[in-house]
């Protein structure tokens, strides 16, 4: 995958130099800020001899009439975790599934732009979209766990995609990821009891446990704690922590603080635009747009 | 308003004490109170009605369910019979009933001032039938002598059990004095007894009341409801599934919901005369058969079943699918691994309720043929066959008033099904909630 030989490689290179920043090398504190058409960006060095994970051009999403997402192109890095956030209904939860083609399904949403995953167009028409949603997994919003047992619920997505050869093997996948979603210890002796009498916050991380089963690159989460107690969310902050090691995140949050906590770098929206996007330290603690100050300095004080 | 409100208001009070506030919440209160004693009077009239019903079908029927016997000694005498007991004419074993009638009335053996045919309609006419039947299968009873108990006719029947006036004047009674007087001698010495009627299940139709039954209708109506199972659930929930999951909104699907909503609300006779011109006269499937019978039914239950399939689909939570979705499913896969088994019972319970539907319905059936009297259950889905709702039709237009009871008796078999199948579908929900 990563033998990128067509011309979408000359346009991952060609993206890489306007971000990189020769000044900033070696300091992952600096970084240069640059403006290009509505987005702010703050650009650090430190991850430029990295490829991008993702990367999107000029998305621009309708539903109907309804002008949702408007040109925005943010870049995804390989193992990070990447925060959208902004005022509710700018639009995060559309662009993120935009990213794995969750908004596919929607009746009258129109997608243009481009959406790549390792320098391939994902909406390219002979992208299986199946494959799409392998390679990047997704947690919605409210927990959603199929009506079935525990088990069935992580073994549907090896199930459906042959990841394992026999039942040793899927009870192996299906330890591994309660293990790794910290629920095994709670639910190890009801695994067959049904998914959906568990509580919210076992609820979600048993939806974020079923996501990693398939083994993703990238996981999308959106507002994985918004229903969550404070227990229960710092398990999960520290679950994306320990994910981070071996997936790309993105993930859709309010919370300022948890931002600063878990990811490395946020984009914010406002509106269906793209403000400003950069390390985290940098668009919270030094907002440059007058829109992101404002968010920012509402929340923080 | 603004007046009472400033006048009620204590100065300085809170709103919430002021005397407008108060009326506004005891009108508040009068009115949900209207609501649900309106709600209570509307669910006892609904509760009486229903009682009524049950109460007059029970009442009137519950005898229908009982047959009157009557004890009499047989002697299987060798010298009526003879000696093959293969072919032995029936009407002899009409002689060897009357003789035991004969006997239990202290009769002479010949007749001397009555017609001995007035003796043979005290007892059903299936009586030598059964006889002859019994001598068949056990030749070695000629010459033997038993007790037996064997029905009476329809009328004496309808004397014992107090439906029949017998003070009136003979011209207008249905049993003569001399038969009265055999009937109450017949009484009084305890030979008679409501035994109950087994017949109602196992026998088929017959011109008798004492010998009808409804079997060959149980049959002819199972076969059909077997049609309408295997044809119409299958295609429903296709045709359910597609216009949920994959018909693009467009005015084509539009129109084609808009035609499955109005034919479930045609009137079934419209489907029987449809079954007539198409299943009939076209295809030519036989007459009064349980293929033309269940084909017709099948049409009418498919619009129901669509429905029910639908809105069980719909009331699937989207995150399901959603789920299965963001898993790497097609959407094919997400329909059958999350949406369809999880809206199966509703759409199971749909389906019992379109063929209980499909189990009272007469009047298409009645059109396609089935209003002959037909006295075996069918053989195969091209034999002539009949149904319990067709039985009960047929049975509330015969005039032999003995068939007023089996109406009662046979419409309280047909809701027994119903009850079934309703309580099948409830349990089945419940079975399938429980797993989920
Ligand atoms: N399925 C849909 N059909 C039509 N319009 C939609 C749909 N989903 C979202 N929208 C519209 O798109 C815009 C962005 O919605 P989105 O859900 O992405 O906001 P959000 O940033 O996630 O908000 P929140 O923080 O409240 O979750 C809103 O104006 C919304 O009305
Ligand atoms: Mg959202």
């Not at chain 2, 000696?83 to 035991?100: C, K, V, Y």
């Not at chain 2, 809701?415 to 929900?429: Q, Y």
Request: aromatic content about 6%.
């Amino acid at each position: 995958m990563t033998d990128t030989t067509t011309e979408m490689d000359g346009n991952v290179a060609e993206l890489r130099n306007t971000v990189r920043d020769p000044k900033g090398q070696g300091d992952p504190k600096s970084y240069r800020i640059s403006k290009d058409g509505e987005t702010t960006r703050h650009e650090d060095a430190a991850w430029a001899d990295k490829d991008l994970k993702m990367y999107t051009r000029d998305v621009h999403v309708h539903y109907g009439d309804n002008h949702a997402i408007k040109g925005v192109s943010v870049d995804v890095r390989p193992n990070e975790v990447l925060a959208l956030m902004g005022p509710s209904g700018c639009g995060k939860s559309t662009f993120l599934r935009c990213l794995n083609r969750m908004n596919d399904p929607v009746p009258n949403a129109r997608i243009d732009g481009t959406i790549a995953l390792e320098g391939e167009n994902i909406y390219d028409k002979d992208y299986d979209v199946v494959m799409v949603r392998l390679r990047i997994g997704m947690v919605a919003q409210a927990p959603n766990p199929f009506p079935k047992s525990i088990y069935e619920n992580i073994a549907f997505g090896p199930r459906l995609h042959g990841l394992t050869d026999g039942k040793e093997e899927l009870d192996e996948v299906v330890e591994n990821s309660l293990r790794r979603a910290g629920l095994w210890e709670e639910v190890k002796d009801q695994l067959h009891q049904p998914g959906t009498n568990l509580s919210g916050g076992q609820q979600q991380r048993l939806c974020i446990a079923r996501a990693i089963a398939n083994e993703p690159e990238v996981i999308l989460m959106d507002e994985p704690c918004s229903s969550l107690d404070p227990v229960s969310t710092n398990t999960i902050e520290e679950l994306i922590m320990e994910l981070k090691k071996s997936f790309t995140v993105v993930i859709v949050t309010h919370d300022m603080q948890q931002a600063e906590r878990v990811s490395d770098r946020v984009a914010y929206f406002h509106l269906g635009d793209l403000v400003e996007v950069g390390p985290t330290n940098a668009v919270i603690r030094d907002a440059q747009d007058q829109r992101t100050k404002e968010y920012v300095s509402g929340h923080i004080g | 308003m603004t007046d009472a409100t400033a006048q009620g208001s204590a100065p300085g009070g809170r709103r919430i004490d002021s005397d407008a506030f108060r009326s506004r919440l005891a009108t508040r209160r009068r009115k949900g109170a209207i609501l649900k004693y309106s709600g209570l009077i509307a669910i006892c009239i609904a509760l009486a009605i229903l009682g009524t019903l049950l109460f007059s079908i029970v009442s009137q029927g519950w005898q229908g369910f009982l047959r009157t016997n009557v004890e009499l000694e047989i002697t299987y005498n060798e010298e009526i019979i003879g000696g093959d007991a293969e072919d032995i004419p029936s009407g002899a074993f009409q002689e060897i009933a009357r003789n035991g009638l004969q006997k239990a009335l202290g009769l002479p053996p010949e007749a001397e001032d009555y017609d001995p045919s007035d003796l043979n309609a005290l007892i059903s006419s299936g009586v030598r039938y059964d006889l002859q039947q019994a001598v068949r299968d056990e030749p070695e009873l000629i010459g033997r002598t038993a007790q037996l108990s064997v029905p009476v006719s329809s009328t004496m029947d309808m004397a014992y059990k107090g439906k029949l006036n017998l003070d009136v004047d003979e011209g207008r009674r249905q049993l003569s004095n001399q038969q009265l007087e055999w009937f109450n001698q017949l009484q009084d010495d305890g030979r008679l007894h409501s035994e109950f009627y087994w017949g109602l299940f196992s026998n088929s139709d017959s011109r008798s009341p004492e010998l009808a039954g409804l079997w060959a209708g149980i049959v002819g109506s199972f076969v059909m409801i077997g049609i309408v199972a295997a044809f119409a659930f299958p295609i429903a929930v296709a045709a359910a599934v597609y216009l949920e999951e994959f018909a693009p909104k467009n005015r084509w699907t539009e129109l084609v919901e808009v035609n499955i909503n109005n034919l479930a609300a045609v009137p079934s006779i419209i489907f029987g005369l449809l079954g007539l011109a198409v299943f009939l006269n076209t295809l030519g499937f036989p007459r009064s058969s349980p293929l033309a019978g269940g084909a017709v039914l099948v049409l009418m239950t498919l619009p129901i079943i669509i429905i029910a399939a639908r809105s069980a689909l719909r009331s699937v939570p989207p995150s399901y699918r959603d789920g299965a979705l963001m898993l790497g499913a097609s959407r094919n896969q997400a329909v059958m691994k999350t949406v369809l088994p999880t809206a199966l019972p509703g759409m199971l319970t749909g389906t019992i309720i379109g063929l209980a539907q499909a189990l009272g319905e007469t009047a298409p059936l009645l059109l396609i043929g089935m209003q002959a009297f037909v006295a075996a259950p069918p053989e195969g889905i091209n034999d002539t066959a009949t149904a319990i709702p067709v039985q009960i039709y047929l049975w509330a237009n015969a005039p032999e008033r003995g068939f007023a009871e089996k109406t009662q008796a046979a419409i309280m078999v047909l809701l027994m099904f119903l009850l079934i199948m309703n309580a099948t579908a409830i349990i089945l929900r419940n079975r399938f909630q429980k797993r989920a």
